[in-house]
């Protein structure tokens, strides 16, 4: 049934820290229903005329205003002034605690460490309010004090400005501040748009543009190497020009290649002279030695080592080497040379 009926305003919470003003709601509405004289039947101030009714439906709405806690510990309640008078001999001393930490608020107020004069007017009526609620008054003339000596150091002359309109009423120094905060905001705008040194403003469409298709030239001055703006654009002297045209003259780009292996060389038959012993000796040519790394850095031109041309072999000299080292017939030596020339096709 509770959730039928929307709330006016919040609910009382279970440790009745907005207790002053969910009991200021509570007065305030059932005064608007001309029911309020229920909450104090059965006391000497009581009115006679109050009916059954009227308490049923004064109760009801302080029920409907409790939270579920509070509602199931007074659920036997069935007057509407004995659950008030409950509530408040339970949480009325709670003002003693909002109170200090009230003053302590009121305390540290300062005008200089809000940005806008209305964050600073809602920030002061919610300190005075809770001031209010716990029997402390704060006047117009006290509000005035505390706007007028928390200015930042920086704007002494205005607070020694507004003291001397010797404003009585602290609403009347709020709409001065509030005026002035708007005018100075003006000439900020004013300021920034327009150029420095009275140079003509920008037209309208000025910062209106399409964008175009495809990639984006990179903005690259070839004169200075700046990225901010196009050559056409550039302003820099001609020394740093030549410093930036000689640097880029002096810029090399190294490619690291890997040099191929150098085909084998084909073995050389060196004939031996006469009465030498042995066959004849197999000689690797030179280019076959240098052997290239393969992961060795070589610059961009190589040079390919080309094998000499394989020497033809003297028949005559072979069949007289072998002849002399193994002493054999003249058929036994043509047999030989036979074999050896079929071995070397």
Not at 122 to 139: D, E, N, P, V, Y
Not at 217 to 228: A, V
């Amino acid at each position: 049934m509770t959730g039928i009926m929307n709330r006016e305003f919040a609910e009382l919470a279970q440790n009745g820290l907005n207790y002053l003003t969910w009991a200021s709601d509570v007065e305030i509405v059932l005064e608007g229903k001309e029911i309020k004289g229920a909450l104090s039947a059965g006391t000497p101030m009581a009115p006679s005329t109050t009916t059954p009714a009227q308490n049923a439906q004064a109760l009801h709405f302080l029920r409907h205003h409790m939270c579920g806690t509070l509602k199931n510990e007074y659920m036997a309640e069935r007057s509407a002034s004995a659950l008030w008078a409950a509530l408040k001999a339970r949480f009325s001393r709670l003002k003693y605690t909002v109170q200090p930490q009230a003053e302590a608020e009121w305390m540290r107020l300062r005008f200089a460490d809000f940005k806008t004069v209305g964050e600073y007017n809602s920030a002061l009526h919610r300190i005075c309010t809770s001031l209010l609620l716990c029997g402390t008054t704060i006047t117009d003339k006290e509000k005035i004090e505390k706007t007028l000596s928390t200015f930042h150091p920086t704007a002494i002359q205005s607070s020694r400005n507004y003291r001397q309109e010797k404003f009585q009423q602290y609403a009347a120094l709020i709409d001065a501040l509030q005026v002035d905060e708007a005018q100075d905001e003006v000439i900020k705008k004013n300021f920034s748009s327009q150029p420095f040194a009275g140079g003509p403003s920008q037209e309208v469409n000025a910062g209106a543009y399409k964008a175009g298709k495809g990639e984006a030239r990179p903005q690259d001055c070839f004169r200075c190497g700046s990225k901010t703006h196009f050559s056409r654009q550039c302003r820099a002297p001609k020394h740093v020009v030549d410093a930036y045209k000689a640097k880029k003259a002096r810029e090399t780009h190294l490619l690291q290649v890997e040099a191929p292996p150098a085909p084998a060389a084909a073995p050389v038959m060196i004939p031996v002279p006469n009465g030498a012993p042995g066959m004849a000796q197999v000689e690797a040519p030179e280019a076959a030695l240098q052997v290239v790394p393969v992961n060795a850095e070589v610059p961009m031109e190589v040079e390919h080592v080309v094998p000499p041309p394989v020497p033809q072999l003297d028949i005559d000299a072979a069949a007289a080497m072998i002849a002399n080292d193994e002493k054999l017939t003249e058929m036994e030596i043509s047999a030989e040379v036979d074999g050896f020339l079929a071995d070397s096709i």
